[in-house]
């Protein structure tokens, strides 16, 4: 059976828990395709970690605080108007609410503390600072990397 090496690419699927144990929802069912030996940017640390996997062999990533999401940044907290959620929806202080940024794109944010103008917003990923632990799959090898045996370009 063939077995990942350095510079393959490949197919993966992942979940990523963060240290409470919560699962970070993936951004999609599909497989992601990646190279060995080169770290994912959404998936720090797995690159290495793929080299010797067969084929729907799993493996365990253990990523440390502040290198799979950056720390909180206290900037990142802003004031929005009431008005920018929909009429009606309740806001409470700690509850994540999706909203629609200026490309329309929906995201999750926390509400900080919720007035009848004003809304205190978290604006920060819900893991930000968390170490992550990431259990993956390889999916499959697409394209295998030359190997010593390859004959030369």
């Given at each position: 059976m063939q077995t990942a090496r350095l510079g393959?690419?490949?197919w993966v699927r992942y979940v990523k828990r963060t240290q409470d144990g919560s699962v970070a929802p993936a951004r999609s069912r599909a497989?992601?395709?990646m190279t060995v030996g080169v770290d994912h940017p959404r998936l720090p640390g797995l690159g290495l970690a793929l080299?010797?996997?067969s084929s729907l062999e799993v493996t365990t990533v253990r990523v440390p605080a502040g290198q799979g999401h950056p720390?909180?940044?206290p900037a990142r907290v802003r004031r929005w108007a009431r008005a920018r959620f929909p009429e009606g929806q309740p806001l409470v202080a700690g509850t994540w609410v999706p909203v629609s940024d200026s490309m329309g794109r929906?995201?999750?944010v926390r509400v900080v503390e919720a007035g009848a103008r004003t809304v205190v917003v978290d604006i920060n990923s819900r893991w930000a600072g968390r170490a992550?632990?990431?259990e993956v799959q390889l999916v499959g090898?697409?394209?295998r990397a030359p190997g010593p045996d390859a004959p030369p370009a």
């Open positions: 393959d690419n490949v497989p992601v395709e080299v010797g996997l720390p909180a940044d929906r995201r999750l992550l632990e990431l090898i697409l394209t």
